[in-house]
C-alpha cells in the first residue's frame, strides 16, 4: 500500500518537474535584457556577515550560499546543474592534482581577475591560508586535526600555483569536497591591513600580526549598514557587487563588469528582501509583487491559484533526525540499547509523515547521507528502510528484550540484565519507557509530525513527553547536555555545507564537535576514518550502511528545503541548487 | 517652575533606572542560553565559553547588569550578534523609517480629526455626527493587524492597487515619488485609527468648551459664531489633543508593531518584534531604554506644554 502511495507521489512529483520546466522555456520567448530581480529570503534569515571567513554563527546558508558566494567565489566552486559536485567551470582554479601518493595537492588558478583589475593569484590564497591558520579558533567551520591542521606545509611556486603538503594521504573526494571547497582567495592587495588608514602589507606572514589583520577585517564585517560604502568590501572577484544593504537584511546588487567567470549577469539588479513571517512574504506573493519567492506549506492548496508562478520544490542537501541523548541520566542506558533504537526507529511512519502532513514534499531518511538529489554517495541499502514502520516489529523487539508492553500506556522493564532476552546494562528492573522530546516551535509540520509520533510510539507503549521551545533553545539544550529533554529535534537536521562529502566526521564521530548526542562507536568511527583517506566511495557506503544500521540517531523525514514560487517571466533558475546557493547571473526576464 | 522641573527630572531618572534593571532580569531570566544560540550548533565549548568571556556573560546577574550599565554610560546600547551591528546604528537606521510612516500618518490623523471633531461638536446629534461616531468606533475598536490585512486584501490583492508591503531598501528611497505607493497603506492603516482616537477627543473637547462661561461673553460681545469656534474655543479644545501628542511621543520609537510586521515595514517596531522572536537580548534592552526615556520625556513635555497653553494651570514650587 505504501509502495503504491510512493509510486502516486514520484508520478505525481515528475508531471509537476515536467510542468515546471515547461513553464520555465522561452523558446518562444524573447530574452530581455536588464530589469531587477527580486529575491525573497526565508523568515528570519537575513544575511549580516560579509567577510569570506566566517565566524561564530555567521556560518549559515543565508550568508554564504546567498550572499557571501555572489561576490566572492570560493577556489573551488560545488554544485551543477542541480546535483552536487565539483563544477570545474565556476572554479576559480583548475581541478586540483595529488601527488606523492595523495600527500601533496597542487591548484592552478586559472587567471582571473578582481573587480579592480587585478588579478587573483597564489597570493590570494596564501593570504586566505595565512589568516586561517592564526586564527582558527575564530573560524566557524574549524574541527581540530582537520582543516587546515592537516596542511603542514604550503609553497607558491607562482602567481598562479598553490600546493599544500599535507599531514598523511587522504582521499580526494574528502579533501576536494570538504576541505579545499572551503578556501575563499581574498584580495590580498587591498585587505592586507590592520587599521582603516594603515598600508597594505604582509602583515598575513606574522602570525601575531595576522591576528590584527583577521580583527580588522571581522571588526569591519560587524557593521552591516556599512557594507556599500566600506571600500573594503568593493573589491570582489564574483559577478555581483553590493548597490546598497540596510539593517533589516535588504540588500540590493549589480553585476560586477569584470567577472571574469563564463556566464555574466544579464539583468540589471537583484535584490534580496527580507521578511520576518512566511506570511507578510506570501501577501506580497498574492500581488506578484516578487520574481522568486515561496509558499508556506500550510498554504500549498492555493498554489493552483497563484497563475503568475512556476511552482517548483526546491530539495537541500541535507539529512534529519531527532537526536538521543545517550549520556542522559535517566534514559542514557535506553537509548544505548540497539534494539530500544530499533524498536523506535520501527514506530517512526516516515510515509505517513510525508503523504499526510508534508503533503508529498518530502522525502524519507534512512541513513547519514542525503538520499536526494540522486548522487552516487547513497548506497542502495541506505535508500531503502532498514527499519520499516510496524508497531508489531517494535513490540516484537521489546517483549524479545524482557520488557513488559503497555500498548497505550508506558512499558516497563520485567527482565532485567545483560543477557540476550533482556533489557540490557544498566536497565533497571521497572525502568519505564518514558521519554521527553523537546522540538522547535513555529513550524506546523514539525509540530504536527511530532504530534504523530508520540501517537505511534504509545502504540508500542513508549511514553513520548513532548515540550516545544523556539529553535535557539532546543539546540541549546540538544548541545548543552541539559535535562530539559533526552531527544530534540531542532527541525533542521543537518545540512553537508559547505563540508559536501557527507561524511559525518562533524556529527557522529566520538568526541565530534557537533556530535550532541555523545554517540560513541568504534566500528563507525574507523568508517568515518576511511571516508576521509580513502578515494572510494564504496568507504562512505560502509560507513552509511553502519549508521543506518546501528541509528546514532532517529532518523524522520526531509522536508523540501524551499517550496518555490517563481514568477513565469523569469528564467535560468532552473535547476536549483540543492546546496540552496543562487545563480542570479544565469536570470534572464521575458515579457510574458 | 525650575523646582518642579527638577523634581519631574529626578523621578524620571529612577523610572528609567527603574526599566533597566527590570528589563534586564526579565530577558535573564527566558530559558535558553545565548551563546550557543547565536554561535549555533557547530560552535565548540570553547567558542561558546570564550563567547561568554568576551560578553559579560559568565559573571554574576548583578556583575551583568553593572557591565551592561557600564556600556550604557559610555553611550554604548550594546551590539546585536545575531543582526551583527551596534544597537545605536539599528536605532539610526530603523527610526527615521519610523519616523516617516507616525509623522506622515500623524499628520494626515490631525489633519483629518481635529476639522471633523470640530464639524461633529456643531452638527451635533445630527445625521452626520451619527455617521462619523459609529465610523470611528468601528475603526477604533478594529484590531491594527485586521484593519491591515482587511487593507491588503482590498487594495493590494484584489485591486491590485497599492504594494501590500512597505518600502524596502535605504532610507533615502522612502521619499522617492516610485516608492510612495508602497507607504499608502501603511500610512492609511495608522491614520484611520488614530482619526478615529482624536476626533472623539476633539468633539468630546469642543462640546465642553463650547458651553462655556466665555463662550458666552464672546457671543455676547457679538462675535461671529465662525470666530467663536475658530479663535475661542479650538484653542482651548486643542489642549487635550497636545496632550494626547505629547503621550504619543514613545510610539515614534517603539514604532507601531503589528501595523510594521503586518506591511514587512523595517521600521522600529519589527525590530523589536525579530528581537522578541529571536531572544536578541542587546536590542531588546536598547529599544526599552530608549522607549522609556521617550516616555518620560513625552509626559514631561506635555505637562510643560499643558502648563505653557493653559493660564489656568499654575505650577508652584
Redesign the interface.
Known amino acids: 500500500m505504501r509502495i503504491s502511495g510512493l509510486r502516486v507521489l514520484a508520478a505525481v512529483g515528475l508531471m509537476a518537474l515536467a510542468l515546471a520546466a515547461c513553464g520555465n522555456n522561452p523558446t518562444t520567448q524573447q530574452k530581455l535584457s536588464g530589469g531587477t530581480a527580486t529575491w525573497a529570503e526565508a523568515p528570519n534569515a537575513k544575511p549580516n556577515y560579509i567577510f569570506p571567513l566566517t565566524s561564530g554563527g555567521f556560518f549559515s546558508v543565508a550568508n554564504l550560499s546567498q550572499f557571501q558566494y555572489l561576490m566572492y567565489r570560493p577556489l573551488y566552486w560545488f554544485g551543477e546543474n542541480g546535483t552536487v559536485k565539483l563544477n570545474s567551470g565556476l572554479s576559480l582554479a583548475n581541478d586540483p592534482v595529488y601527488s606523492d601518493g595523495g600527500k601533496t595537492v597542487t591548484m592552478k588558478l586559472k587567471g582571473w581577475k578582481w573587480s579592480d583589475g587585478q588579478p587573483i593569484t597564489s597570493r590570494d590564497v596564501e593570504f586566505w591560508m595565512n589568516l586561517l591558520k592564526a586564527n582558527v579558533g575564530s573560524w566557524a567551520a574549524y574541527v581540530p586535526k582537520e582543516f587546515p591542521d592537516n596542511v603542514v606545509s604550503m609553497s607558491f611556486p607562482d602567481s598562479m600555483t598553490s600546493v599544500f603538503t599535507l599531514d598523511k594521504t587522504y582521499g580526494s573526494l574528502f579533501f576536494d569536497y570538504n576541505e579545499l571547497s572551503q578556501i575563499s582567495p581574498l584580495p590580498q592587495h587591498v585587505w592586507d591591513k590592520t587599521t582603516d588608514g594603515g598600508t597594505v602589507g604582509d602583515f598575513d606572514r606574522d602570525p601575531k600580526q595576522a591576528v590584527n589583520v583577521f580583527k580588522y577585517l571581522d571588526g569591519q564585517s560587524k557593521s552591516v549598514g556599512t557594507y556599500n560604502s566600506n571600500p573594503l568590501w568593493q573589491v570582489v572577484d564574483g559577478p555581483w557587487k553590493l548597490k546598497s544593504m540596510t539593517t533589516d537584511g535588504h540588500v540590493a546588487m549589480i553585476p560586477n563588469p569584470g567577472y571574469s567567470g563564463p556566464v555574466k549577469p544579464t539583468i540589471a539588479e537583484f535584490d534580496e528582501q527580507p521578511y520576518t513571517t512566511d506570511t507578510a512574504e506570501f501577501d506580497v506573493i498574492h500581488t506578484a509583487g516578487i520574481d522568486y519567492g515561496y509558499i508556506p506549506t500550510q498554504d500549498l492548496d492555493q498554489r493552483n491559484s497563484l497563475t503568475k508562478y512556476t511552482f517548483s520544490p526546491w530539495i537541500g542537501w541535507q539529512i534529519t533526525y531527532m537526536q538521543i541523548n545517550f549520556g542522559n541520566a535517566t534514559n542514557g542506558a535506553l537509548y544505548k540499547q540497539l534494539y530500544m533504537r530499533q524498536a523506535m526507529q520501527h514506530l517512526v511512519d516516515q510515509d505517513g509523515y510525508i503523504k499526510n502532513i508534508f503533503k508529498g514534499f518530502a522525502y524519507p531518511d534512512y541513513g547519514p547521507v542525503p538520499i536526494k538529489p540522486a548522487s552516487n554517495f547513497a548506497s542502495a541499502f541506505e535508500q531503502k528502510n532498514p527499519y520499516p514502520f510496524g508497531v508489531n516489529a517494535a513490540t516484537k523487539l521489546l517483549k524479545d528484550h524482557g520488557w513488559t508492553v503497555n500498548a497505550g500506556g508506558v512499558s516497563t522493564c520485567s527482565s532485567p540484565g545483560s543477557g540476550s532476552n533482556q533489557c540490557g546494562d544498566g536497565v533497571a528492573s521497572g525502568a519505564k519507557a518514558s521519554f521527553k522530546l523537546e522540538y522547535a516551535s513555529g513550524t506546523l509540520a514539525v509540530k504536527q509530525e511530532m504530534q504523530a509520533l508520540k501517537s505511534d510510539f504509545s502504540k508500542a507503549g513508549l511514553e513520548i513527553n513532548l515540550s516545544e521551545a523556539p529553535f535557539d533553545t532546543v539546540i541549546t539544550d540538544a548541545f548543552g547536555g541539559s535535562n530539559v529533554a533526552d531527544m530534540d529535534n531542532w527541525g533542521g537536521g543537518w545540512i553537508f555545507a559547505p563540508d559536501y562529502y557527507p561524511t559525518g566526521d562533524e556529527i557522529f564521530s566520538t568526541g565530534a564537535g557537533s556530535n550532541g548526542g555523545g554517540y560513541s562507536n568504534s566500528t563507525n568511527d574507523s568508517n568515518t576514518d576511511a571516508t576521509t583517506t580513502s578515494n572510494d566511495v564504496k568507504a562512505l557506503y560502509t560507513y552509511q550502511d553502519f549508521l543506518a544500521k546501528d541509528l546514532p540517531v532517529i532518523w524522520i523525514p526531509v522536508a523540501d528545503a524551499v517550496l518555490a514560487l517563481v514568477k513565469k517571466t523569469l528564467h535560468g533558475w532552473d535547476p536549483q541548487d540543492p546546496i540552496l546557493q543562487l545563480y542570479p547571473e544565469n536570470w534572464y526576464f521575458t515579457a510574458s | 517652575m525650575t523646582g518642579f522641573l527638577v523634581r519631574r527630572l529626578g523621578q524620571s531618572f529612577i523610572v528609567v533606572v527603574g526599566v533597566t534593571i527590570i528589563t534586564f532580569l526579565l530577558t535573564r531570566l527566558l530559558?535558553?542560553?545565548v551563546a550557543?544560540?547565536?554561535?549555533?550548533?557547530?560552535?565548540?565549548p570553547?567558542?561558546i565559553a570564550?563567547?561568554n568571556h568576551d560578553n559579560g556573560l559568565d559573571l554574576a546577574v548583578p556583575q551583568q547588569y553593572l557591565f551592561y550599565v557600564n556600556q550604557l554610560v559610555h553611550g554604548n546600547l550594546g551590539?546585536s550578534?545575531?543582526?551583527?551591528?551596534?544597537v545605536n546604528?539599528?536605532l539610526?537606521?530603523?527610526l527615521p523609517k519610523t519616523v516617516i510612516l507616525l509623522g506622515i500618518s500623524t499628520l494626515i490623523a490631525l489633519g483629518i480629526a481635529i476639522p471633523l471633531g470640530i464639524m461633529q461638536a456643531v452638527r451635533r446629534n445630527k445625521i452626520e455626527d451619527y455617521t462619523f461616531t459609529t465610523l470611528s468606533f468601528v475603526l477604533y475598536s478594529m484590531p491594527p493587524f485586521w484593519l491591515g490585512l482587511i487593507l491588503?486584501i482590498v487594495f493590494?490583492?484584489n485591486l491590485?492597487l497599492l504594494?501590500?508591503?512597505g518600502p524596502?531598501?535605504?532610507i533615502s528611497t522612502y521619499l522617492d515619488p516610485t516608492e510612495l505607493s508602497a507607504l499608502v497603506l501603511p500610512v492609511m492603516s495608522l491614520a484611520l485609527v488614530t482619526i478615529a482616537l482624536f476626533s472623539r477627543y476633539m468633539r468630546s473637547s469642543m462640546l465642553d468648551n463650547l458651553v462655556q462661561d466665555y463662550v458666552r461673553t464672546a457671543r455676547a460681545k457679538g462675535v461671529s459664531t465662525r470666530g467663536v469656534l475658530y479663535r475661542h474655543v479650538l484653542r482651548n479644545a486643542l489642549i487635550p489633543i497636545v496632550t494626547l501628542l505629547g503621550l504619543s511621543l514613545p510610539g515614534i520609537f517603539s514604532g507601531a508593531l503589528i501595523t510594521e510586521?503586518?506591511?514587512?515595514y523595517?521600521g522600529m517596531g519589527?525590530?523589536f518584534?525579530?528581537s522578541a522572536?529571536?531572544?536578541d537580548y542587546p536590542v531588546l534592552l536598547g529599544v526599552t531604554l530608549v522607549v522609556a526615556v521617550a516616555t518620560v520625556a513625552g509626559n514631561l513635555l506635555a505637562d510643560v506644554f499643558y502648563a505653557v497653553v493653559d493660564p489656568r494651570v499654575r505650577i508652584t514650587d
Do not use: K
Open positions: 530559558p535558553g542560553g550557543r544560540a547565536i554561535l549555533g550548533p557547530r560552535a565548540s570553547d567558542s570564550q563567547f551590539f550578534y545575531r543582526l551583527n551591528e551596534s546604528g539599528l539610526s537606521d530603523h491588503i493590494a490583492v491590485q504594494p501590500p508591503q524596502q531598501g535605504p510586521a503586518i506591511y514587512n523595517p519589527l525590530l518584534w525579530d522572536m529571536t531572544r
